[in-house]
């Protein structure tokens, strides 16, 4: 899924321009018609993720000024690019002060837009990045953390948002590298626990007859080695949460004790001879199906059914692959200032490669092969040569990203366009690419084909009106007049 870019500007033109523009970056448009209209797209829940703004500043109404107040008090973090036909100083600088990243001088330009769009996004992906480290070495990760745009997330987040409210055990389920210990901290980070102490265990990579005394401690002299008092994992979450990662490979005896301690609340140390009371919230993990561990008697059902009370299952990254160039522009930022790299992204072909692959790996895997990439590279972007793990997966012949058939032509590659590449002109179609006749087989009103030739030519010529109407042969007064007179009907189509 592309990047979501909204356009608020009162002008229809300038807002025409602007969308095929937008769409020639390879990103998403999103067009409002007024400052109102942008704060309700930022502010309503139910709408899409924007991931930028372009904001004319003179508008009736709520300007510009006023909507950067308005994201302002709301607190939201979207990068805001305005423009203006008034280049003034002072104009640059109240929106600068007012949150503003950037701005352009109307009519603005293709490559400077692609390049104040490419700049916003990456800042606002290594922001959140920064954002995300901090939380996490903090222990304050939220579901805001967590880097998603799938239909098949939607659930599982709203699921653990609930279960976040309560202290209800919960077991999150799947492959591994999908992210359970984010999900388990954003559950933390988002309950009345998040003060406390959140202590992760990973049970499998314990040996076993040291499980006992991690989990639960041990007094000195307990055993051979045991040279001090240990108050183990249970006792160090007291009061918040302990997860259990890879719960399904702790062995049958300390299961018996992890049973009796979630039952009473109470653990008793290796060589202790007095339980102590414990409040944690238990939330486990396994990329092994519990239930077939039961079955085959390598886990217990009373402990099966203590543990899995809400269960959450994590999609594998090839199941929401939308996800990916979000999370591919989010690691390219991190590694790039962790290394001191300037890479200004990655490019349209790699990316539509990538977003295709399986990724058995999932997350993990992905953020490896950018972390490579990233100190392997020579160039200021990233190609597919960067990726050679991933160039040894074919790419399924004939397919786009969601599966449909894709004719790979000079028309058609600026949709897979990155926003990281200048996308080549295509040839003009011949006259016979154009629908002389209309759905009742009558011939197509002559205005339609003017609206639609001059549309064509907007967008192949990347909205460089003055080379539009020099190859229409029109005045440039002439082809604003006639856009305006389109977008008039459009409007009284959509108002009957």
Not at 42 to 71: C, R, Y
Not at 228 to 241: D, I, L, N, S
Request: charged share 25%; proline share 5%.
């Amino acid at each position: 899924m592309a990047a979501t870019i909204l356009i608020a500007d009162d002008d229809a033109v300038q807002r025409r321009l602007v969308e095929n523009m937008v769409q020639k970056c390879g990103y998403e448009p999103l067009v409002v018609d007024s400052g109102d209209a942008a704060v309700a797209a930022l502010t309503a829940s139910e709408t899409q993720t924007i991931d930028a703004v372009v904001l004319d500043l003179v508008m009736p109404g709520l300007d510009g000024l006023g909507v950067l107040a308005k994201i302002r008090e709301a607190g939201l973090n979207v990068p805001v690019i305005v423009q203006t036909a008034h280049g003034g100083i002072d104009n640059v600088v109240s929106a600068m002060r007012a949150g503003a990243q950037d701005f352009v001088v109307k009519p603005v330009g293709f490559e400077r837009l692609q390049v104040s769009l490419r700049n916003a996004l990456n800042a606002s992906a290594l922001k959140g990045e920064l954002q995300r480290i901090r939380h996490s070495r903090e222990g304050r990760l939220t579901f805001s953390d967590i880097i998603t745009r799938s239909e098949a997330m939607a659930g599982v987040l709203r699921t653990a948002q609930k279960a976040a409210s309560s202290t209800i055990p919960v077991l999150i389920e799947g492959e591994s590298g999908v992210g359970k210990e984010l999900f388990a901290r954003a559950i933390h980070g988002s309950g009345e626990r998040k003060a406390k102490p959140f202590v992760a265990v990973n049970c499998g990579a314990i040996p076993d007859n040291l499980v006992e005394s991690i989990l639960f401690g041990h007094e000195k002299g307990a055993f051979t080695g045991a040279t001090e008092r240990h108050q183990g994992k249970f006792v160090e979450a007291h009061g918040g949460t302990l997860f259990l990662d890879e719960v399904g490979e702790l062995p049958l005896a300390t299961q018996v004790k992890l049973l009796r301690a979630l039952q009473e609340g109470t653990v008793e140390a290796v060589g202790g001879r007095k339980p102590v009371k414990v409040d944690v919230r238990i939330i486990s993990a396994t990329n092994r199906k519990l239930l077939d561990l039961v079955k085959g008697g390598q886990f217990r059902e009373d402990l099966f059914y203590r543990l899995h009370v809400l269960p959450l299952t994590i999609p594998a990254l090839r199941q929401r692959r939308e996800d990916i160039p979000h999370l591919l522009r989010h690691f390219l930022a991190r590694f790039c200032a962790e290394e001191n790299r300037n890479i200004s992204g990655i490019s349209g072909e790699a990316m539509a490669h990538l977003a295709q692959l399986d990724w058995p790996g999932n997350i993990r895997q992905l953020e490896n092969t950018v972390y490579r990439a990233v100190v392997m590279s020579d160039g200021d972007q990233l190609g597919l040569a960067d990726f050679p793990q991933a160039t040894a997966h074919a790419v399924p012949e004939g397919k786009s990203l969601q599966g449909e058939p894709l004719i790979v032509s000079p028309s058609t590659a600026p949709a897979m366009n990155s926003g990281n590449e200048i996308p080549t002109p295509a040839p003009l179609p011949t006259a016979g690419g154009l629908a002389m006749l209309n759905a009742s087989g009558d011939v197509r009103p002559l205005e339609d084909l003017e609206n639609e030739i001059i549309r064509f030519a907007i967008s192949h010529y990347r909205g460089q009106m003055s080379e539009v109407a020099r190859r229409l042969k029109i005045g440039r007064s002439t082809l604003y007049r006639k856009l305006d007179e389109a977008a008039a009907g459009t409007r009284t189509s959509d108002a009957s």
